[in-house]
Each structure stands twice: as structure tokens, then as C-alpha cells.
């Protein structure tokens, strides 16, 4: 009985290992006729004809991938090497071989697409526009970007980006629009960024703060717009770098203290000013009646206090001038009847004898009670916060100051850009 046992027990052993032979006998054979295979169709293959649209067509690909929500199914025809053809995907002669073609523009403006920006976007070496503004995208900007050398305008506006101010975008050599308003980047602004050739850039509706570096240097902007951050400190004074070029800045609700510095008022091309909701003290310089193309002019919900000055009142441009919600005590000449000159104004919660709508008395006899601001002697320190360096008296102390309510709504902005 042991023995028919042992002889059955070997048996078993025996087809055991004869079946786990033929098993993986088919295994190789099946592997090595897989390898043949593979090994056919790499050589039947053929390269790519065009080795940058190629490239082009990994980085997309990797892109959709990490793409998660896409409700208008932008990206459900980016299948296939031909990327000519994705909606978004604009294709153009390549600059230094008009023969070739390459992906010169993305554009997915308001698409709605929620997602991230992969590493393999580098791979967009010919890119020149892109443009994502009205999305869903989130993370931080791959240090690939510094890849995109060819890039002039990149526009990341309106999404949902976090993390310090991009620094690879100044490493970007030929970007000379920059679009980063409403985001969630947040920091202080490297100095850098107002030695690079841009042309406009927006950086309002994040979360920036420190004070905007008062070396403004070699930049040639026609377009600045930081606001509704929280920057503090003084517009400092080489502002007046931009005299040749600036046409329009806007620094609303920044949280900027101190006096506006005359050098504004050598802005000569400059048509649009607004630094309302701020902590600005002291008088309108005059210097402002030199801006002969001020077309817009708004110093509203600050602390400012003198004269409204008739030069101001007439510039030649100037249709929409609001001062209201300061400390003004007195209209010089034609700054009285401005609807005489057409000029959209806004002169409310003031201290302008015989007009509506003004502080109460109490208010702006407590203000006049106070010695009159000398902006001469409020300055910014090294940190860029507006104080009084003089031995003497405070004129209005940045912590006594209210800080300025927030607009009700975003500015809106209506730059000359796409």
C-alpha cells in the first residue's frame, strides 16, 4: 500500500515538472517571437520626417495626459502626430528654416481645462505665443520653461498657479509680454524683473508682497499693472526710468504709503494713472500738469490733503479725474467746473467748501488741525515704508493710517493686448 503511494506521489511529481517545462518553453518561445516582432516594426518604422513637430507631438501628448477636466473637449482631437491639426495648435515656417514647419502658438483662452503643466512642455522649443488665460491649470511653472527661448508673449492669466514669482520667465530671452493677474503666486518681485526688455506685463490679483524694488531699472514698459496685492513701501522714485515708454500704471489697492513722488509727473507718454485704495499722503504734485496725454486719473480712497491744482485740471486729454475719498481743501480755477470741460469726476468725501456729498466738519478739522505734510521729509527707508526720517514730526505715521477698503470688484483692465 506505501508503495502504490510512492509510485503515485512520483508520478505526479514527474507531469509536474514535465508541464512547468513545456510551460515555459512556450514562455521563450512566445517572448522571442514578441522581441522579432518589435524588432520588425522598429525597422519597418520609418523616423520622423519632421524630428520637431515630433517633439512637439510627445509634449502634447504628455500634456493631455495630465489634463483632467476638459468640458468642451478642446483637446479630444489631439490624437495622432499630426499636431497641425489640435484645436489650440497654431503651425508656422520655422524661423531659421522657412522649409520646416513648427508649432510657433497655443492658444486655449477660456477653455475651461483643469490640469497642470507637465516638464515635456520644454520640448516647445519653436513656441513663440502662449496664451492660457480663463482656465483651470494649478501648480507652479516647470523650470523647463527656461527651454522656451523663442517665447515673446506668455500669458498664464486667470487660472489657478501658486508658489513664488516664476522666476524662469527672466531667463526666457525673447518674452516681452508677461500676463500673471489673478493667480495665487505670492512673495516679493525679484528686481529683475524691471531690468528685462518687457514690453507689458500684469501682475495684479495675486498675492505679492514686500515693496516693489526701488531700483526700477533698465525696463522699457508701456503696460505696468501690480494691483490689488500687498505690496506696502513707496513708489519709489526711479519710476522716472519709464519716462520714455510708460503709458498706463496701475496700483490699485497695493497698500503703497508715502508721498506720490514728483517724478511722476515725467512720465510725459503716460495716459493712464490709478493709485486708488492706497495710504498715499501729502499734496497732487504739480509736476502732473505736465502729462499732456493723461487721459484717466484716479488718486481716490487715499489721504491726501492740499490743493487740487488747476494745471492738473487742465490737461488737454484728460476725461475722467476722480479725487474722492481724501482730504482736499480747495479747487483751483477749472477744477471747480469740470463739467464745463466734459471731464467725468468724482470730488465726494473731501473737504471742498460748498460742494455735496463732503467729510463731515469734525472730520476735516481734525485734518487741517494737523501740520501740513512736507514730502520732503517723508520718504522711504531701505525696507521701502514710507516714514518721516526728520528729527521733527510724523506727518501721517503708516500705522495710523486706515488701511484703504477693498474694491468692491476687480479693476477692469483693457490692455492694447490679446
Same mark, same amino acid.
Given at each position: 500500500?506505501?508503495?502504490?503511494? $510512492?509510485?503515485?506521489?512520483?508520478?505526479?511529481? +514527474?507531469?509536474?515538472?514535465?508541464?512547468? +517545462?513545456?510551460?515555459?518553453? =512556450?514562455?521563450?518561445? $512566445?517572448?522571442?517571437?514578441?522581441?522579432?516582432? &518589435?524588432?520588425?516594426?522598429?525597422?519597418?518604422? =520609418?523616423?520622423?520626417?519632421?524630428?520637431?513637430?515630433?517633439?512637439?507631438?510627445?509634449?502634447?501628448?504628455?500634456?493631455?495626459?495630465?489634463?483632467?477636466?476638459?468640458?468642451?473637449?478642446?483637446?479630444?482631437?489631439?490624437?495622432?502626430?499630426?499636431?497641425?491639426?489640435?484645436?489650440? @495648435?497654431?503651425?508656422?515656417?520655422?524661423?531659421?528654416?522657412?522649409?520646416?514647419?513648427?508649432?510657433?502658438?497655443?492658444?486655449?483662452?477660456?477653455?475651461?481645462?483643469?490640469?497642470?503643466?507637465?516638464?515635456?512642455?520644454?520640448?516647445?522649443?519653436?513656441?513663440?505665443? &502662449?496664451?492660457?488665460?480663463?482656465?483651470?491649470?494649478?501648480?507652479?511653472?516647470?523650470?523647463?520653461?527656461?527651454? &522656451?527661448?523663442?517665447?515673446?508673449?506668455?500669458?498664464?492669466?486667470?487660472?489657478?498657479?501658486?508658489?513664488? +514669482?516664476?522666476?524662469?520667465? /527672466?531667463?526666457?530671452?525673447?518674452?516681452?509680454?508677461?500676463?500673471?493677474?489673478? =493667480?495665487?503666486?505670492?512673495?516679493?518681485?525679484?528686481?529683475?524683473? +524691471?531690468?528685462?526688455?518687457?514690453?507689458?506685463?500684469?501682475?495684479?490679483?495675486?498675492?505679492?508682497?514686500? $515693496? @516693489?524694488?526701488?531700483?526700477?531699472?533698465?525696463?522699457?514698459?508701456?503696460?505696468?499693472?501690480?494691483?490689488?496685492?500687498?505690496? !506696502?513701501?513707496?513708489?519709489?522714485?526711479? @519710476?522716472?526710468?519709464?519716462?520714455?515708454? /510708460? #503709458? #498706463?500704471?496701475?496700483?490699485?489697492?497695493?497698500?503703497?504709503?508715502?508721498?506720490?513722488?514728483?517724478?511722476?509727473?515725467?512720465?510725459?507718454?503716460?495716459?493712464?494713472?490709478?493709485?486708488?485704495?492706497?495710504?498715499?499722503? !501729502?499734496?497732487?504734485?504739480?509736476?502732473?500738469? !505736465?502729462?499732456?496725454? /493723461?487721459?484717466?486719473?484716479?488718486?481716490?480712497?487715499?489721504? *491726501?490733503?492740499?490743493?487740487?491744482? *488747476?494745471?492738473?485740471?487742465?490737461?488737454?486729454?484728460?476725461?475722467?479725474?476722480?479725487?474722492?475719498?481724501?482730504?482736499?481743501?480747495?479747487?483751483?480755477?477749472?477744477?471747480?467746473?469740470?463739467?464745463?470741460?466734459?471731464?467725468?469726476?468724482?470730488?465726494?468725501? =473731501?473737504?471742498?467748501?460748498?460742494?455735496?456729498?463732503?467729510?463731515?466738519?469734525? #472730520?476735516?478739522?481734525?485734518? /487741517? #488741525?494737523?501740520?501740513?505734510?512736507?514730502?520732503?521729509?517723508?520718504?522711504?527707508?531701505?525696507?521701502?515704508?514710507?516714514?518721516?526720517?526728520?528729527?521733527?514730526?510724523?506727518?501721517?505715521?503708516?500705522?495710523?493710517?486706515?488701511?484703504?477698503?477693498?474694491?468692491?470688484?476687480?479693476?477692469?483692465?483693457?490692455?492694447?493686448?490679446?
Amino acid at each position: 500500500m506505501a508503495s502504490t503511494s $510512492s509510485t503515485c506521489i512520483l508520478l505526479f511529481l +514527474f507531469f509536474l515538472h514535465f508541464s512547468c +517545462f513545456f510551460n515555459n518553453l =512556450n514562455a521563450k518561445h $512566445s517572448i522571442t517571437n514578441n522581441h522579432k516582432h &518589435l524588432h520588425r516594426h522598429n525597422n519597418n518604422h =520609418n523616423p520622423p520626417s519632421n524630428i520637431r513637430l515630433h517633439r512637439t507631438f510627445l509634449a502634447l501628448q504628455a500634456w493631455k495626459q495630465v489634463i483632467y477636466s476638459d468640458p468642451n473637449n478642446i483637446t479630444s482631437n489631439w490624437v495622432g502626430p499630426s499636431v497641425c491639426n489640435y484645436t489650440g @495648435i497654431y503651425c508656422a515656417p520655422s524661423l531659421d528654416d522657412p522649409k520646416t514647419k513648427v508649432v510657433a502658438g497655443i492658444d486655449l483662452n477660456h477653455a475651461d481645462i483643469a490640469g497642470f503643466l507637465p516638464d515635456e512642455l520644454a520640448f516647445l522649443c519653436d513656441l513663440s505665443i &502662449l496664451h492660457l488665460n480663463s482656465n483651470r491649470f494649478c501648480g507652479i511653472i516647470p523650470k523647463t520653461f527656461a527651454n &522656451l527661448t523663442h517665447l515673446s508673449e506668455l500669458d498664464l492669466s486667470n487660472n489657478r498657479f501658486v508658489g513664488p +514669482f516664476p522666476s524662469v520667465v /527672466l531667463s526666457l530671452p525673447s518674452l516681452a509680454y508677461l500676463d500673471l493677474r489673478y =493667480n495665487e503666486f505670492e512673495g516679493p518681485l525679484p528686481s529683475q524683473l +524691471f531690468d528685462k526688455p518687457f514690453d507689458a506685463f500684469f501682475l495684479n490679483n495675486n498675492r505679492f508682497t514686500s $515693496s @516693489i524694488p526701488r531700483n526700477l531699472g533698465k525696463s522699457k514698459a508701456s503696460v505696468m499693472v501690480f494691483a490689488n496685492n500687498k505690496f !506696502g513701501g513707496c513708489l519709489p522714485e526711479s @519710476i522716472v526710468n519709464f519716462a520714455d515708454t /510708460l #503709458e #498706463e500704471l496701475l496700483l490699485i489697492n497695493t497698500s503703497i504709503s508715502g508721498c506720490l513722488p514728483i517724478q511722476v509727473g515725467f512720465l510725459y507718454k503716460l495716459r493712464v494713472l490709478d493709485v486708488s485704495f492706497n495710504n498715499i499722503v !501729502g499734496p497732487i504734485p504739480y509736476s502732473l500738469s !505736465g502729462l499732456s496725454h /493723461l487721459e484717466q486719473l484716479n488718486i481716490g480712497h487715499n489721504m *491726501m490733503s492740499g490743493i487740487v491744482p *488747476m494745471g492738473v485740471c487742465a490737461l488737454p486729454n484728460l476725461v475722467n479725474f476722480t479725487f474722492s475719498y481724501n482730504f482736499f481743501c480747495e479747487e483751483e480755477g477749472i477744477c471747480k467746473n469740470l463739467t464745463s470741460k466734459k471731464i467725468v469726476y468724482d470730488d465726494r468725501r =473731501n473737504c471742498l467748501p460748498n460742494k455735496a456729498l463732503q467729510r463731515s466738519e469734525k #472730520e476735516c478739522k481734525t485734518k /487741517l #488741525e494737523q501740520p501740513p505734510v512736507d514730502c520732503f521729509e517723508v520718504c522711504c527707508d531701505e525696507s521701502g515704508s514710507g516714514q518721516n526720517v526728520s528729527v521733527g514730526y510724523v506727518a501721517v505715521p503708516p500705522s495710523a493710517i486706515p488701511v484703504a477698503a477693498m474694491p468692491v470688484s476687480p479693476p477692469v483692465l483693457a490692455p492694447r493686448y490679446p
